[in-house]
């Protein structure tokens, strides 16, 4: 039998165990409930961090907690790896930003001027520049820029990771859904549910469907680049990620849908400008489709901190496309708050009381306040149509 934890953690996603590791590691006993854990939003993602390529208009306060979180990703991964002997594919080679077309070119040249305005480090790269970096672009793509500050990490080796440092730590892992937050014996409860949150807290938090293609490079090799690449391509938004193994993310499709399915169409497109951007991928295995749901906010910004009127529960989920690169900041300020009570400045903008106060809800209610009916009713729906025997 447990003893009572100060804290449960709901939810063993990147988010929900490097807060259970930093409050074990602060002395705290730490349960985190996840019925399967790994398998959500971190299952799917790229694991790109870049603050500067997904600076966007109107983001300025994001823009911020995405940069101060991305600085302290070096010394994370570092002491992730000095505490489980494992390696999370932190890789530093930069993220090359291109457009095919002029068209491309014009668009992505209007949002890094506004990322070079507020400050972040783009450098503008002439063509014969961007193919001396990776001859393997097409010889049509008309120019790019570098952020050579945004990296990656490999969500899939950082999951295991993350779940070894913080059993490690002392934090106990039990894999069952948690389907009310009154089930939870506990001072303090964490929400790291992404999705989920919304069912067990009322906040407004909604799917965002993403699908990504993973391909392979042929023979065992390495893929034949090295950049994290984000292109514009006849208009598409496609980015290509590389691993060290030979793997290559291309990914994503940006859905207001609640389900996973894999379409034709999207992985038409998806690799249709991967290809135009990099021609040789055509030439590798195609091994994995699939769908992932983000935690989508109402401001597109994540929700962390104390919920008002919910003495002990603090949320941190809503991270919509940036999860992983927020894991490290997440971490730290949400572990200072439980062990001190303390708000970090940088939280302030996020904090959940930004939203009309949330109605106590739990899944056992029914009522799912992101607009997901987990019943399958949508009132929108066409009628059936006639069926053709
Ligand atoms: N940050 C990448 C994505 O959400 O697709």
């Known amino acids: 039998m447990l003893n009572r934890p100060d804290v449960a953690v709901v939810g063993a996603g990147p988010v929900g165990l490097a807060i259970a590791w930093r409050c074990a590691q602060r002395g705290l006993r730490v349960v985190v409930h996840d019925a399967a854990p790994g398998s959500g939003a971190s299952h799917v993602a790229a694991g790109m961090l870049a603050p500067v390529a ?5 983001e300025h306060e994001l823009t911020g907690l995405l940069t101060a979180s991305a600085a302290r990703w070096p ?17 530093t080679e930069g993220t090359l930003m291109v457009g095919l077309t002029a068209d491309d070119l014009a668009e992505a040249r209007r949002l890094w001027a506004y990322q070079q305005g507020i400050g972040l480090p783009v450098t503008p790269l002439r063509p014969s520049a961007l193919r001396d970096r990776e001859p393997a672009l097409a010889p049509r793509v008309r120019g790019g820029a570098l952020a050579a500050t945004d990296h990656q990490v490999d969500p899939r080796r950082l999951v295991p990771a993350l779940r070894t440092a913080a059993e490690r730590a002392g934090a106990t892992l039990v894999p069952a859904a948690v389907r ?20 067990l807290t009322g906040l407004p938090v909604r799917p965002v469907k993403g699908q990504v293609v993973r391909l392979r490079a042929p023979g065992g090799g390495a893929p034949g680049f090295r950049h994290v690449i984000r292109g514009y391509a006849d208009g598409e938004h496609v980015y290509l990620v590389p691993r060290d193994d030979g793997e290559v993310v291309v990914g994503a499709t940006v859905e207001e849908r609640s389900d996973t399915d894999v379409s034709a169409g999207a992985v038409l497109r998806l690799l249709r400008a991967a290809v135009d951007l990099l ?30 009127g919910r003495p002990g529960v603090l949320a941190a989920t809503g991270h919509h ?69």
């Open 321 to 389: 496309r940036h999860g992983i690169v927020l894991t490290p900041v997440t971490a730290d300020l949400i572990a200072e708050l439980v062990v001190t009570g303390a708000t970090d400045p940088l939280l302030a903008p996020f904090a959940p009381a930004r939203f009309a106060p949330p109605p106590t809800v739990d899944a056992r209610s029914g009522h799912d306040p992101s607009g997901h009916d987990p019943s399958g009713h949508d009132p929108f729906a066409p009628e059936k149509e006639h069926t053709w025997n």
């Open 75 to 91: 010394a994370f991964a570092a002491e992730l790896t000095a505490a489980t002997g494992l390696d999370v594919g932190y890789r």
């Open 180 to 199: 009310s937050l009154s089930d939870l014996d506990t001072d303090v409860t964490v929400v790291a549910a992404g999705c989920g949150a919304a069912a």
């Open 54 to 58: 997904e600076a966007y208009f109107g």
């Open 279 to 308: 021609p040789e991928l055509a030439e590798y295995d195609l091994v994995e489709t699939l769908a992932g749901l983000r935690p989508g906010t109402p401001d597109n910004a994540p929700i962390l901190g104390l919920l008002p």
